[in-house]
DNA sequence: AACCAAGTTTCAATAAATGAAACTAAATGC
DNA sequence: GCATTTAGTTTCATTTATTGAAACTTGGTT
C-alpha cells in the first residue's frame, strides 16, 4: 500500500488518482498532486492509455478512465464477487422481507457493495453495484470486521478515517473495538444511524466453512418507516441467506472440488442478442 | 498491444489472462501460457495481489481479479462512459420504440456495451453492462468503425477475427471494408443476422461536435417478431437521440467548458441508505 | 514579437526487473 | 518409509528499463 510496489505499484496509482476525480484530468493537474517527476507520470499515463486503462482525449488533452476496466469489472464482478451467485438469494430475501438488501465485501479498508435490492425501486445495478462506504459506521462494514481474523482488524481499524457522519458515529477506535467485540459475540451487527440519520440496519456475515470472511448481508430502513425490532425479525432469514450464499461460494470456490452441476454460474460475457 | 509497454504493460497482461478464465487460476496454468519466466511472473502476480487488483486465496493458491477493479470500473461507467449521461435519452427511445436498446462503445477493437433496455425484462444492469461483443459483426460495431478516421479503422479492421458466426457474417476484411463505405454513405447500419440467427437491428454512431466516434446506439429485435423495415421506422428517434447524448456528451467532456448547470450528472460514489 | 505555460523528448545515471538455478514443501510413486 | 516428482518460492549476478534534470516544442497571451 505504502511501498510502491515498483513501476506497477505507481501506475496504479496514477489510475487511482484518475479515478479520484469525477472529470477528466489534465497532466499538470496530476503532476501538481503527484510525488512523480515529470518524465515519469508523462511515461505512466502514455503506457496506461496505450493499454486501454486510460482514456486520452486528443482535443482536450485531459486523461479519463478507460472502458477496458469496464470490462475487466465485469469479469471482476462475474467472476470473483459473491453476486451473481447470490442473486437468486438476495432476491428471495428482499421478497420475503420487503426491505432493502444489500450484499458487500471488503476493499482494503472500505465496504463494496457488490449488489442491492431495493423494495420500492427496481434494481439499477451498476449505479449501484461498484459503490463504496466506510467500514466502521456501517452494518455491513462493522459485522465483516467484527469475523476477521486479529491482525487483519487491528490492520483495517488503523486505516479508518473515523469521521463523525452523525452522533451516533463510533469514532474512535476503542468505540468500535468494543464494538466488534460485542458483534462477534452476537453474532450479527447493527446500524444505529451511525452513518446517515435516520437509516438503520441489521447485518450479518458471510462465512465460509473455515470461518473466513466473505462478505456482509444487510436489511436496510428508515427508522421512521421500520422499527429495529422489526428489522431483528428478519434475522432468521439474514442468517440463511447468509449460509445459501457461503455453500454455494464453496462449490465455485475451486475447479474438481464439487464433482459437477456448479457450472449454473456462467453466464455468457460475450454480448448476444448483439444489436 | 504488441509491444509489452514495459513492466505495466505485463502486468496488465497477467490481469487479463486471469480476467479471461471463468474461475480462479493457479500459478502454474497461468505459467504455463505465459512467456513469462517463473520468477517474472511470480512477482508480477504478488504485486498486482497487493495491490488488490488480484485476489489470491490462501487456502487454494489460486488467484482470481480483485474487488479493487470493480470499484474503478464503477467510477469508469459512472465518469467516463457515455451511459450515465445517456440514461434518460434511452429510457425514452425504449419506451417510444418498445424494442430493444443498446449503447455501445469501442474497447479497443471490441464492442463494449454500456447499457442496455429492453421492452420486456427490466434491466440488469452489471450483468449486461460490461459485456463485450465483435465489431465487425454487429450493427453498433459496424457503424462505429464507419465512422472512425481511416488510419483507426484500417489498424481495427486489421484486429477483428472474422469468425463467420452465421451465413451472414462479413468475414472478410474486403467485405467488410465495402460495407464500411456503405454505411457512412448512408449514415447508418444494419445487422442482417450477421452474429446471431434471427437478430437484425439497426444501429447509428454517436459522434462529437467535430466528428469523434463516442459510440453507438442500436435498436434490435429477432425478425419473427419485428420487420427490419420497422425497424429503420425508428431512424428518426435513433437519430435524434443519439444527437442528443452526444450534445450532453459535449457539455460534459471539459471542465470550465459549459459554465454551470453541468453538474447534473455527479451522483455520490460514496453509498448511501448504506446498509 | 517576445513571452509564458503546458506538454514532450533526450540521455547519462541509476534503480529495478530479469531469469537461471537453487531451494523448500507437499504430494505421489515405489 | 524413502525416493521422486510437482508446485511454489527465494536468491543473486546480470541486464534492462526507469529515472529525472534539462532542453526542446507547441500553442496560446500580452
Redesign the interface.
Known sequence: ?TAT?????K??DV??KV?E????VRFSDLLAESELPKATLYR?LQ??T????L?H?A??G?Y??????????????????L??LARPHLDALARQTGQ???L?????AQ????DKRSAET?????????????AYC???GKTMLAFLPVDQQDRLIQQQSFHAFTDQTLDTPERLRAELVAIAARGHGY?REE??PG?I?V?VPILSA?GRVLGGL???G?KDHVALATLEGHLPALKTTARAIAEDAAD????ERGSEAVMTR??E???????
Chains 1, 2 share one sequence.
Not at 465455485?252 to 475447479?255: E, G, L, M, R
Request: contains cysteine; hydrophobic residues 40%.
Open positions: 500500500m510496489d515498483g513501476t506497477v505499484g501506475a496504479l489510475l487511482e479515478a476525480r469525477d472529470r477528466p505512466l503506457t496506461l496505450n493499454q486501454g486503462m482514456r482525449d482535443e482536450t485531459a479519463s478512465l478507460g472502458v477496458r476496466l469496464v470490462r475487466l469489472a465485469h469479469r471482476a464482478w462475474s467472476t470473483a464477487s453476486a451473481p432493502t438488501i444489500h458487500a465485501q471488503l476493499d482494503t465496504v463494496l457493495y457488490v427496481p434494481v439499477e445495478m451498476f449505479s449501484q453495484a461498484g459503490k463504496i462506504g466506510p456501517t452494518g455491513v446500524d452513518h446517515e437509516i440496519c447485518a473455515g444487510s436489511v436496510t428508515h465455485w470456490a475451486f475447479p456462467r453466464e460475457d460475450t454480448c448476444r442478442e448483439s444489436g
